[in-house]
């Protein structure tokens, strides 16, 4: 079994063990124990003496306040420290995370694409997604509160401290997942990787935030943006405002966003994520190839090209085949194409399940000549609207107490998750082993120039940091 897939099932096995009967004997015992709040934790919060320190809520500035551009570097280091310092009981609680995101990326993908024709195309941040649930977590009070942690997957076995959540803990976790992406992504590796999380906190004039929330959203998102603007007159105007300040502050193109939150709103919580690999060893192929949209339609796109052996397997059984493009030594890019362009969707919907990294047992080494289009891929998601098709419009509606936001009574607009998703290749490099270079049996032929899935993720926590489907690279998603 390939390494991705032992990790899981380890997990899943270590998971299944603090579960069983056998570890009964133990007083406080909880599949999820390292997630919760510890026993020494809660005695302390118990404590009578033990009162929430207050603090002084503050007001968001304007939003045409100056702001400094985002350094996506400096922003990749505080990943890369966070990703160093996971070690003994870190891991396990890192790969128990990743599988949570996994589940829960799973689940709303699969959501989303029941609202998707053929031809659509699409990007998922399990991270970003599961990142925005458990900050709404932080901030929220019961029973709410207990609502978002079942939907997160952890399921309090009572009401008592040890089985609750401890947000911090879990954006912790999720901060170095997101540093184990770009860990060896720098010199000698196999790619030039970078991840960039900012969130915008935008308000109605007059809202005051609690400050203890805002910081605590750090390791999710080191630049958080209070923003205050009127809301309520004209959202359509508010939400143009939106965009143009956030493209002014990171410097990325979103496009898509959804727009126009109902006129009472005091909240809008937006996400936004940029992953960008530099691919080593790929290069720009001289004019645009044919991609065939359908088999009748093609279109001209910049395509990636690179000679080498890769990780691949071709499933004659299911009509798709699988290949696993190395990113680091820790983070593979595995691109999924039906052998028929018809069975997108039939394919999609076996893939893309919770055993979908067991499949990676089946990889063995190829050599292999290898093309695939150069990405930008855009996506932008109201979880709100996701909610709803799961049944659950009222989790983060106008019911919602999140008292843990504001003394106010927030009502939240829109909660977004904006993603753009870039596969380029190394400027000045050449194919790292040219085909003359390569032994053994003849270089096979694959073309990715129809239709076809991806997903990105790390060895280490198992975690699907990226779902995507490409229709069309032309098409915004």
Same mark, same amino acid.
């Given at each position: ?215 605590? /959203? #750090? !390791?999710? *998102? ?6 205050? @603007?009127? &809301?309520?007159?004209?959202?359509? %105007? ?124 089946? /990889? #063995? !080494?190829? *050599? ?6 150069? @990405?930008? &891929?855009?996506?932008?998601?109201? %979880? ?94």
């Amino acid at each position: 079994m390939g390494r991705a897939g032992v990790s899981l099932g380890a997990t899943l096995l270590c998971l299944l063990a603090w579960a069983s009967p056998c570890a009964a004997d133990r007083v406080y015992v909880h599949p999820f124990h390292l997630l919760v709040y510890s026993k020494s934790s809660c005695e302390q919060l118990e404590k009578p003496s033990a009162e929430p320190p207050s603090e002084l809520p503050f007001e968001p500035v304007p939003i045409q306040a100056k702001t400094s551009p985002v350094d996506e570097e400096a922003l990749r280091e505080t990943l890369v420290l966070a990703a160093r310092k996971l070690e003994g009981e870190d891991k396990l609680r890192a790969a128990t995370v990743g599988m949570l995101l996994n589940f829960m990326g799973f689940r709303m993908y699969k959501t989303l694409s029941e609202t998707w024709t053929a031809a659509s195309g699409a990007v998922l941040s399990p991270t970003a997604l599961f990142g925005t649930l458990t900050s709404f977590y932080l901030g929220a009070l019961d029973p709410t509160a207990h609502r978002l942690q079942t939907f997160l997957g952890v399921s309090g076995e009572d009401q008592s401290c040890t089985s609750r959540l401890d947000g911090h803990k879990v954006l912790d976790t999720l901060q170095a997942i997101q540093g184990l992406l770009v860990l060896q992504g720098g010199e000698g590796s196999q790619a030039r990787l970078l991840l960039s999380t900012v969130v915008g906190l935008f308000t109605a004039p007059g809202l005051r935030l609690k400050r203890s929330f805002v910081q605590g /959203l #750090a !390791p999710f *998102a080191p630049i958080t943006l209070p923003r205050s @603007l009127d &809301l309520s007159t004209d959202p359509e %105007l508010a939400a143009e405002r939106i965009d143009r300040f956030m493209q002014a502050v990171t410097g990325w193109k979103m496009g898509g966003a959804p727009t126009g939150a109902s006129p009472d709103s005091t909240l809008i919580f937006s996400a936004y994520v940029h992953f960008q690999a530099q691919m080593k060893g790929f290069s720009l192929l001289a004019g645009s190839q044919e991609f065939w949209v359908d088999n009748t339609t093609s279109v001209l796109v910049p395509m990636l090209s690179a000679t080498g052996t890769f990780q691949h397997w071709s499933d004659a059984h299911n009509n798709l085949s699988v290949t696993r493009v190395p990113l680091s030594p820790n983070v593979g890019l595995l691109l999924i194409q039906p052998h028929c362009a018809s069975a997108l969707q039939a394919v999609e919907a076996l893939t893309f399940q919770h055993d979908f990294l067991t499949w990676t047992k089946n /990889l #063995a !080494p190829r *050599a292999m000549h290898l093309t695939l289009p150069q @990405l930008v &891929l855009r996506g932008s998601y109201n %979880l709100q609207d996701l909610l709803a098709q799961a049944k659950l419009p009222t989790l983060l509606g106008a019911e919602a107490n999140l008292g843990k936001i504001s003394d106010s009574n927030v009502r939240v607009g829109q909660v977004l998750n904006s993603v753009l998703f870039e596969l380029k290749a190394d400027d000045g490099e050449q194919p790292a082993e040219p085909a003359e270079q390569l032994a053994g049996p003849e270089a096979l032929e694959v073309t990715l120039n129809r239709p076809f899935l991806f997903a990105v993720s790390d060895q280490d926590s198992t975690a699907l940091h990226f779902l995507g489907r490409v229709a069309n690279p032309l098409n915004e998603v």
